[in-house]
């Protein structure tokens, strides 16, 4: 358990589904991060919130679409998917995302299949 | 473009030690990280270099050379639990994480 929380852990949807993906930290970090995991390629930063600000947005297709209520929770919605995007989808928190040396503390991921 | 290269996969044995590489070819440099991702796992956090030099923790250990653009992750008395992918990633001039495809480090009995 890394302090770091996500739901559900698998999910399965056609290309027609709303669905989200939920992300939880307990660590009293102020940022928090969706990173796409595909097979044999590097992470892909997808969105940044820094207190509750959304701070980047590295050019991701608005069928997703995150939401940051408060510093501890994380969402991501997704609509209108493409089977391309199916990988698994981590969330990460760190102290900030000012400083170089952020240690990220990542969840365990959620693996989503779009059929 | 920025590039950040490791193996795709090694092989070790129990017992043994192995070096993973890691070059990099980045805007600027602000600090190399490794991650350890088991699978079905999240990554965790290992090391992280900033000046040269090795930097020992336990069994692992992390080199880097800024000058040469290279790190590697060294593990020695490897344990099956050890099998993981391994994730090198660079901070760059903007503070951005460069990440590399990882390596998968499979142990054998």
């Known amino acids: 358990e890394t302090g770091v929380t996500q739901t559900p852990r698998h999910l399965v949807m056609g290309m027609t589904n709303k669905k989200s993906l939920k992300c939880e930290q307990h660590?009293?970090?102020?940022?928090m991060y969706w990173y796409k995991q595909s097979a044999k390629k590097p992470l892909e930063l997808m969105f940044v919130?820094?207190?509750?600000?959304?701070?980047e947005n590295n050019s991701v297709p608005s069928r997703f679409s995150p939401e940051c209520p408060n510093s501890s929770h994380l969402f991501l919605h997704l609509h209108t998917l493409q089977p391309e995007d199916s990988a698994l989808y981590l969330c990460?928190?760190?102290?900030?995302?000012?400083?170089?040396?952020?240690?990220?503390?990542f969840g365990a991921g959620s693996r989503l299949t779009v059929l | 473009g920025q590039n950040i290269d490791q193996p795709t996969e090694m092989t070790a044995t129990e017992g043994a030690i192995v070096q993973i590489n890691c070059t990099y070819q980045?805007?600027?440099?602000?600090?190399l990280f490794w991650y350890q991702q088991h699978a079905g796992e999240a990554p965790t956090f290992l090391s992280y270099?900033?000046l040269d030099g090795l930097e020992e923790k336990g069994r692992f250990s992390s080199f880097l050379s800024r000058s040469k653009g290279y790190s590697y992750l060294l593990l020695k008395e490897l344990q099956m639990k050890d099998s993981a992918s391994y994730l090198c990633?660079?901070?760059?001039?903007?503070?951005?994480?460069?990440w590399g495809a990882g390596t998968k480090l499979i142990i054998k009995p």
């Open positions: 990460a928190s760190s102290q900030e995302t000012v400083s170089g040396a952020n240690v990220l503390t």
């Open positions: 980045t805007s600027g440099f602000n600090g």
């Open positions: 660590l009293g970090h102020n940022a």
């Open positions: 919130y820094n207190f509750k600000e959304q701070t």
């Open positions: 270099n900033v």
């Open positions: 990633a660079v901070v760059d001039s903007n503070y951005q994480l460069i």
